[in-house]
């Protein structure tokens, strides 16, 4: 369904005289290509331009990001942000057990946006092993009620907290702590939570709580840390990873959330998405490890035995869970293929784009692309 999707947007494309690629960050994007100017028509993009500037009083974006080299620049608008791309996976949940998975998606994260890496450039500078993370946080840079108890959250965050006993708390959370940006009067039945869906879509935690109504009302955890690409086959393994991974942890005896503090969690994946798989991150018996280190030891296991629980089968467990392996195993991401292009080619973010692109077409892993 995703490659038939995607051919389908190709050719699409191709009409236009264009192509399309998946990529956490498009590496030959320039500040002038994000203008408003390019902007899909949508009310809505415009109307949340304008507010996000309202609630800084005007002043202009600023993105100050320091990795292997430093980026700063500003901007009158919030177009930065639509340089990042992500793969959002989506996993629907029962409310009784609602608050073990977005916790245990909480405590996955670091792990997961590490080895799912794919965004190292932006403007040709050389940033974090996953720049989408600091670009998107910095783009949409706009607090909540600057009297709220706990101060001004940010809406574009990991959370302030695990969630204790209900996925409500988050809502709670965004009513108490968070303006409304998008007033709109839908006239529809209260029981549909129109408002609540709309307002909880302008906070954009990197694990969201979602309601749905599709069929029937249900919860979904929105897993947003995973960047675009590199090929079809990894998004669907990064997916299978994160499934199992999160079933997993989600029905542990001890609960992830009760071994690792909250404040360690959200340090780990800031880690994970700068350093990647070289990171060391506190697990949950509290010894430091390397991400690539904890995954081939123990999470590649603890992923098998969710999908598993899952009912997936055997074949297809070693098919998508070993991609993964054997892309930690080599180290070669996505963002670490870009960086040893670049240290072969040279720094034409083109050229790169031209490779990159091949990769892409190969239909094979990232870990098999050739230099």
């Known amino acids: 369904e995703l490659v038939t999707g995607w051919q389908g947007l190709r050719e699409a494309a191709r009409r236009f005289d264009a192509d399309c690629v998946c990529t956490g960050i498009l590496q030959t994007v320039r500040n002038e290509h994000l203008s408003t100017q390019f902007m899909s028509p949508l009310n809505r993009y415009y109307a949340l331009n304008e507010q996000v500037l309202l609630s800084r009083s005007g002043r202009p974006i600023e993105l100050d990001i320091v990795g292997h080299e430093h980026l700063h620049v500003e901007q009158s608008d919030v177009m930065l942000e639509s340089a990042t791309t992500s793969f959002q996976i989506h996993m629907q949940v029962p409310q009784d057990k609602a608050a073990r998975y977005i916790n245990a998606s909480m405590v996955i994260s670091a792990p997961l946006?590490?080895?799912?890496?794919?965004?190292?450039?932006?403007?040709?500078?050389?940033l974090w092993d996953e720049t989408r993370i600091p670009v998107f946080e910095q783009a949409v840079s706009s607090g909540g009620f600057l009297h709220a108890s706990a101060g001004p959250l940010k809406r574009i965050t990991?959370?302030?907290?695990?969630?204790?006993?209900?996925?409500?708390?988050?809502?709670?959370e965004n009513l108490d702590h968070y303006p409304i940006l998008l007033p709109h009067d839908f006239g529809t039945a209260s029981e549909e939570m129109a408002h609540l869906?709309?307002?909880?879509?302008?906070?954009?935690?990197?694990?969201?709580?979602?309601?749905?109504?599709?069929?029937?009302?249900?919860?979904?955890?929105?897993?947003?840390?995973?960047?675009?690409?590199?090929?079809?086959?990894?998004m669907v393994a990064n997916m299978a990873f994160y499934y199992g991974l999160v079933e997993t942890l989600a029905h542990s005896p001890v609960?992830?959330?009760?071994?690792?503090?909250?404040?360690i969690s959200r340090d780990n994946f800031y880690q994970a998405a700068r350093h990647g798989l070289d990171?060391?991150?506190?697990?949950?018996?509290?010894?430091?490890?390397?991400?690539?280190?904890l995954i081939l030891?123990?999470?590649?296991?603890m992923a098998w035995q969710g999908l598993e629980q899952l009912g997936i089968s055997s074949p297809d467990i070693h098919q998508w869970l070993g991609i993964v392996e054997q892309r930690v195993i080599s180290g070669q991401t996505g963002t670490r293929w870009q960086r040893e292009y670049v240290k072969r080619h040279g720094a034409d973010m083109h050229a790169l784009l031209d490779a990159y692109r091949q990769g892409q077409d190969s239909m094979a892993p990232v870990h098999e692309w050739e230099l």
Not at 279 to 293: M, P, T
Not at 297 to 301: G, H, I
């Open 255 to 263: 609960r992830p959330e009760m071994q690792l503090d909250f404040a």
């Open 158 to 172: 990991f959370g302030n907290n695990y969630v204790r006993e209900s996925l409500w708390e988050c809502f709670e």
């Open 297 to 301: 030891d123990k999470l590649m296991e």
């Open 279 to 293: 990171a060391h991150i506190q697990w949950l018996d509290g010894n430091s490890i390397s991400v690539k280190r």
């Open 197 to 234: 869906r709309l307002h909880n879509g302008t906070i954009w935690r990197w694990n969201r709580p979602l309601i749905g109504f599709d069929e029937q009302p249900h919860l979904r955890i929105e897993q947003r840390v995973v960047p675009s690409g590199p090929s079809t086959v990894d």
């Open 113 to 126: 946006v590490a080895l799912a890496a794919n965004s190292p450039y932006l403007f040709g500078h050389d």
